[in-house]
């Protein structure tokens, strides 16, 4: 069963602090994303890799950045974490191009910032 | 950019009736227009996809259908079950990107 793998469903974290969240696929895709999901607004692409080593911004990169030295793992860094990047984060993986069997998602991490 | 519009944000039907949902987009050039299904602590999960190419697509109880002309395509559920309640999201295909548009989901509740 192939598989998005995001490595907390949970986390709670203070204002200022450096936040990792982890992502891995086992499906050896090239695109990885990172999205936010917040009520009302959907899924908003913060940014995407296609390739190691690889970024693009997507519609809300501020405040984030990404690290992705291995082809399975994508990394979405806070760098000071804020109360208004309390969201559920979303990560995903695709083929390329993405809509020969499109999106793979994990389960998400649910962020609280205090 | 891409623009994707979802339509309505909660819906609520009986066991039984049918449901639709329904999406616009803004840039003619997209071609791949998939649906996911979000159930309760788990992530979007494709349920259906439509190319440009073609103006309906059906997989069981599920069809969707685009028009391209109006840029609007939409989900239809036959039969609804209990089972079927959950967050669905459109998408588009961003024309010259390998990434996706969502719409900002609908809420389905089928009521036994």
């Known amino acids: 069963d192939v598989k998005v793998t995001q490595s907390s469903r949970y986390l709670v974290k203070r204002t200022g602090e450096k936040v990792f969240l982890e992502c891995v696929q086992d499906?050896?895709?090239?695109?990885m994303f990172w999205y936010r999901q917040d009520p009302g607004l959907g899924l908003r692409l913060i940014y995407f890799?296609?390739?190691?080593?690889?970024?693009e911004k997507g519609d809300i990169p501020e405040g984030y950045s990404v690290s992705r030295e291995k082809k399975e793992r994508f990394s979405l860094i806070l760098e000071s974490a804020s109360t208004n990047q309390t969201s559920m984060y979303l990560c995903?993986?695709?083929?390329?191009?993405?809509?020969?069997?499109?999106?793979?998602f994990g389960s998400g991490t649910r962020l609280t910032v205090v | 950019g891409e623009n994707v519009e979802q339509h309505p944000s909660t819906l609520s039907v009986q066991e039984g009736d049918s449901a639709v949902i329904k999406c616009t987009y803004s840039?003619?050039?997209?071609?791949?227009f998939p649906w996911y299904k979000q159930e309760l602590g788990k992530g979007p999960q494709l349920i259906i996809d439509?190319?440009?190419?073609?103006g309906e697509k059906k997989d069981q109880r599920i069809a969707v259908t685009l028009n391209k002309t109006a840029k609007h395509f939409s989900l239809h559920i036959t039969e609804t079950q209990p089972e079927d309640s959950a967050v669905y999201f459109c998408?588009?295909?961003?024309?010259?990107?390998?990434?996706?548009?969502f719409g900002a989901g609908t809420r389905l509740t089928v009521k036994p």
């Open positions: 995903a993986s695709s083929p390329i191009p993405s809509d020969r069997e499109g999106y793979t």
């Open positions: 499906m050896d895709h090239e695109n």
């Open positions: 890799s296609y390739d190691v080593k690889m970024k």
């Open positions: 840039d003619s050039a997209s071609n791949y």
């Open positions: 439509i190319r440009s190419n073609v």
């Open positions: 998408a588009a295909s961003i024309p010259h990107r390998d990434d996706m548009r």
